[in-house]
């Protein structure tokens, strides 16, 4: 079947397949890295509406020929699988181009001539989604202008959606301002503030593992559960992002979006269906029950720290400090560990701790369940001194599984207890599939389907937990950075978190 005449495989005869995507800063990382590969996956798998055209907007005063060679070029370089001579041809025929300055009116007067150009070319339902990777502080500037050019009406049927790029406000009160500027044009229903780690196999299984499996829901709660631990560590510096994460720093770039939505998702109750908002409701309601650190609390349970350099997979790496667009001096940390607690029946007086770094001493994004540890009184004569605890691991990067430990008999004529250890492991089990992170939440903004998008509330919810860190460390500024040795594990703050529990980072990857 040639894919230039003949839909690829379209997923539904619903119009709602059928669908321009307007990226603004097209010839940003993000498109080329990410949004034209997954795309490309989605065409390749038969997922995409043959009635579909991207458009690609930035400053950069580009030619269409020019802009459609790149994102070609993009795909080639970037494609997590090999490539298909037929889908690329069909993806050249649907890469489009303008060029323009977002805050200038004139220029979304040219991208509305072009969309209904490219309607009118590939036979194109009248609907529109917006994919903003550009620079957060355009984002209320674009929305604004997309409303007064009538590019983000609804009217007659068709349907407008926007999908914002993190970080979606640097503190509450912006949060707050860019939720309530966007909503002056748009609708709840019409913002999809997207996280790419919800788009992870492992992470929308969570549900599955904890709602579909009898095993697992009777002890998710703190009868059973000791604590909990969730780590995102990267082996990457700040690389060509200095200038960013100067204003950022490690609590905004990853703690109130991506651990939070794994918290949520561990600790959330079962919703009463899997409608997007039955299930943001949970989510929401969860970590609206999580404890607001007081000042006393960010100076007990909070930890913080930067990278010197350090040898990162056998090879010499700089400090933080020495990053380019990093200033010599810098106060911003690249690493954070805090203990949360959860004021519910289910949760209460369990420990969460979360870390987040970079330079650490491997790429791993892991979920470790903890559970109690069985009475000893079975035990007490004989030769097994102290009882290993069970312990359920959910795995999300590099590798993506579950793996579960528990203890058994070691063969003999004494009673000698191992640990043993059952893997999952999704390549092993359903074989791999290309995958950027960003196929699952692109094609349910084209269906419409909010349920791994971040709402209003639950963002704002977010912002609430972390705001008093932000205040307390903005007043009281680090005396000890660097404090951790590149391709090190953190530093000797975030264990000591622990170890006033009398517990300990588990160390797994």
């Known amino acids: 079947m040639n894919p230039i005449t003949q839909p690829l495989v379209v997923l539904s005869d619903r119009p709602c397949n059928s669908c321009v995507m307007?990226?603004?800063?097209?010839?940003?990382?993000?498109?080329?890295?990410?949004?034209?590969?997954?795309?490309?996956?989605?065409?390749?798998?038969?997922?995409?509406?043959?009635?579909?055209?991207?458009?690609?907007?930035?400053?950069?005063?580009?030619?269409?020929?020019?802009?459609?060679?790149?994102?070609?070029?993009?795909?080639?370089?970037?494609?997590?699988?090999?490539?298909?001579?037929?889908?690329?041809?069909?993806?050249?025929?649907?890469?489009?181009?303008?060029?323009?300055?977002?805050?200038d009116p004139d220029f979304y007067v040219r991208l509305r001539e072009l969309c209904i150009q490219v309607r009118a070319d590939h036979d194109i339902e009248d609907n529109h989604f917006y994919y903003l990777a550009t620079a957060p502080t355009f984002f209320g500037e674009i929305v604004r202008q997309l409303g007064q050019a009538s590019l983000a009406s609804e009217e007659g049927g068709r349907w407008r959606r926007v999908i914002f790029e993190k970080p979606f406000g640097h503190d509450l009160?912006?949060?707050?301002?860019?939720?309530?500027?966007?909503?002056?044009?748009?609708?709840?229903?019409?913002?999809?503030?997207?996280?790419?780690?919800?788009?992870?196999?492992?992470?929308?299984?969570?549900?599955?593992?904890?709602?579909?499996?009898?095993?697992?829901?009777?002890?998710?709660?703190?009868?059973?559960?000791?604590?909990?631990?969730?780590?995102?560590?990267?082996?990457?510096?700040?690389?060509?992002?200095?200038?960013?994460?100067?204003?950022?720093?490690?609590?905004?770039?990853?703690?109130?979006?991506?651990?939070?939505?794994?918290?949520?998702?561990?600790?959330?109750?079962?919703?009463?269906?899997?409608?997007?908002?039955?299930?943001?409701?949970?989510?929401?309601?969860?970590?609206?029950?999580?404890?607001?650190?007081?000042?006393?609390?960010?100076?007990?349970?909070?930890?913080?720290?930067?990278?010197?350099?350090?040898?990162?997979?056998?090879?010499?790496?700089?400090?933080?400090?020495?990053?380019?667009?990093?200033?010599?001096?810098?106060?911003?940390?690249?690493?954070?560990?805090?203990?949360?607690?959860?004021?519910?029946?289910?949760?209460?007086?369990?420990?969460?701790?979360?870390?987040?770094?970079?330079?650490?001493?491997?790429?791993?994004?892991?979920?470790?369940?903890?559970?109690?540890?069985?009475?000893?009184?079975?035990?007490?004569?004989?030769?097994?001194?102290?009882?290993?605890?069970n312990r359920l691991v959910i795995h999300l990067q590099p590798k993506e599984g579950i793996s579960l430990q528990f203890g058994a008999k070691v063969p003999g004529p004494v009673m000698k207890l191992g640990s043993v250890k059952m893997d999952f492991d999704y390549v092993d089990y359903f074989g791999s599939t290309p995958d950027t992170g960003y196929e699952r939440l692109l094609l349910d903004c084209m269906m419409g389907d909010a349920t791994l998008f971040q709402r209003a509330d639950t963002v704002e919810t977010g912002w609430s937990l972390i705001q008093p860190v932000l205040d307390v460390w903005k007043a009281l500024p680090p005396r000890s950075f660097p404090n951790y040795l590149a391709g090190s594990w953190g530093p000797r703050e975030a264990d000591e978190l622990l170890e006033r529990d009398g517990r300990r980072w588990i160390n797994l990857t």
């Open 22 to 103: 307007v990226i603004f800063g097209a010839t940003g990382d993000l498109t080329q890295r990410k949004l034209l590969p997954a795309l490309y996956n989605l065409a390749r798998a038969g997922l995409l509406s043959s009635r579909f055209a991207i458009i690609g907007t930035s400053v950069e005063p580009l030619g269409p020929d020019a802009f459609r060679d790149r994102m070609l070029e993009a795909i080639r370089g970037y494609a997590t699988d090999e490539l298909d001579a037929k889908v690329l041809q069909w993806f050249e025929q649907r890469i489009h181009y303008v060029s323009g300055d977002v805050r």
């Open 173 to 389: 009160e912006s949060a707050r301002e860019l939720n309530s500027d966007i909503k002056q044009v748009l609708r709840e229903r019409q913002i999809y503030r997207i996280d790419h780690y919800l788009g992870k196999e492992t992470v929308q299984n969570i549900l599955v593992m904890r709602f579909a499996n009898s095993i697992f829901e009777p002890i998710w709660n703190r009868r059973y559960i000791d604590h909990v631990q969730i780590t995102a560590a990267e082996t990457v510096g700040v690389e060509r992002r200095g200038a960013y994460y100067e204003t950022a720093g490690a609590l905004r770039d990853m703690v109130p979006n991506h651990l939070f939505q794994l918290l949520s998702l561990i600790t959330m109750e079962p919703p009463v269906s899997f409608e997007a908002d039955a299930v943001r409701d949970e989510q929401t309601k969860v970590l609206s029950a999580v404890q607001i650190p007081t000042p006393e609390d960010v100076l007990s349970k909070m930890a913080r720290g930067q990278y010197s350099e350090g040898m990162v997979g056998g090879e010499s790496v700089p400090g933080y400090r020495q990053e380019p667009n990093v200033a010599p001096d810098s106060r911003t940390e690249t690493f954070v560990a805090m203990k949360m607690m959860i004021d519910n029946w289910r949760w209460a007086d369990i420990p969460f701790y979360l870390r987040t770094g970079k330079r650490m001493a491997t790429r791993a994004t892991e979920i470790v369940i903890q559970f109690r540890r069985a009475p000893l009184v079975l035990f007490r004569n004989t030769a097994i001194e102290q009882l290993r605890t």
